[in-house]
């Protein structure tokens, strides 16, 4: 394929991403309800009164539900159309063992959902609310400035938490290796630590009870993309004793 070709083919996986992110957030704006009740019968919103600052604020919740929900279902379909896209460049081994990365997509972004919603988020929404209480501020909160609190925590740890995928995949591919992993350790930690010091409140404890977990991600996709490496040089040293003669 040329190269217009390849940005013809790019374009149209890229438009079939987006059709399925649009069907995903009408899928979504039914399902918020639900999502939102379950919420709110929750530690602890469920003994709170939130309210509407704007006549937007029931749409805008409606739509951060939606989007969520869109990403659970469109970032495995994301992953299998960019396995489709660089199909053509693997062998019939790399194909099949990269395309069992696409549900590992979905999985790794529940576990990052859970993490974020059941430990960072509680433990970021105590930590405010006692400096509101500590400085005698009478709380009370709108319900897009809670959700966007949440989401705002949720999103981003939910989505880090597909780096070890990630770098699995670009290993397989041969962009990453191992070594120029190991070199980008300490930028790795900057951004990971300064990811965690922006979603979380500014107390040293929180920010280590997620940036510690990320820098753990990133120490187990070093070690992934070993395993997938090493097994990339054996195939690569079969082949040329098979065929290199």
């Given at each position: 394929?040329s190269?217009?070709?390849?940005?013809?083919?790019?374009r149209?996986?890229?438009i079939?991403?987006?059709?399925?992110?649009?069907?995903g957030m009408?899928i979504?704006?039914f399902m918020?309800d639900?999502?939102?009740?379950?919420l709110?019968?929750?530690e602890?919103?469920?003994?709170m009164?939130l309210?509407?600052?704007s006549?937007?604020?029931?749409?805008?919740?409606?739509?951060?539900f939606?989007l969520?929900?869109a990403?659970?279902?469109?970032?495995?379909?994301?992953a299998?159309q960019?396995?489709?896209?660089v199909?053509p460049?693997?062998?019939?081994k790399e194909?099949?063992a990269?395309?069992?990365y696409?549900?590992f997509v979905l999985i790794?972004f529940?576990?990052?959902?859970?993490?974020?919603?059941?430990?960072?988020?509680p433990?970021?929404f105590?930590?405010t609310?006692?400096v509101a209480?500590h400085l005698n501020?009478?709380?009370t909160?709108?319900?897009?400035?809670?959700?966007?609190?949440?989401?705002?925590?949720?999103?981003?740890i939910?989505?880090?938490?597909e780096?070890p995928i990630?770098i699995?995949?670009?290993?397989?591919?041969?962009?990453?290796t191992?070594?120029?992993?190991?070199?980008?350790?300490?930028?790795a930690?900057?951004?990971?630590i300064f990811?965690g010091v922006?979603?979380?409140?500014?107390?040293?404890?929180?920010d280590?009870?997620?940036?510690?977990p990320?820098i753990?991600?990133?120490?187990?996709?070093?070690?992934?993309?070993?395993?997938?490496?090493?097994?990339?040089l054996?195939?690569?040293?079969?082949?040329?004793?098979?065929?290199?003669n």
């Open positions: 394929m190269l217009f070709e390849h940005l013809g083919e790019f149209r996986r890229l079939y991403v987006l059709i399925v992110l649009i069907i009408i979504g704006l918020a639900p999502a939102y009740n379950y709110m019968s929750q602890p919103v469920n003994g009164s309210h509407a600052f006549l937007w604020d029931g749409i805008g919740m409606y739509m951060k939606a969520v929900i990403l659970i279902l469109v970032l495995p379909f994301a299998f960019l396995w489709g896209f199909k460049a693997l062998r019939v194909q099949r990269t395309l069992i696409v549900p790794m529940l576990i990052g959902l859970a993490f974020s919603y059941f430990v960072v988020f433990m970021a105590n930590f609310t006692k209480r501020l009478e709380e909160y709108g319900v897009m400035q809670y959700f966007s609190f949440m989401f705002n925590i949720l999103i981003p939910s989505l880090l938490f780096l990630v699995m995949f670009l290993t397989k591919l041969r962009i990453l191992p070594k120029r992993l190991r070199k980008m350790r300490r930028l930690y900057f951004v990971l990811i922006v979603v979380t409140p500014p107390d040293f404890i929180s280590s009870l997620v940036a510690v990320l753990i991600l990133y120490e187990i996709s070093v070690l992934l993309s070993s395993v997938v490496y090493r097994k990339q054996a195939a690569d040293k079969a082949w040329e004793e098979e065929y290199g």
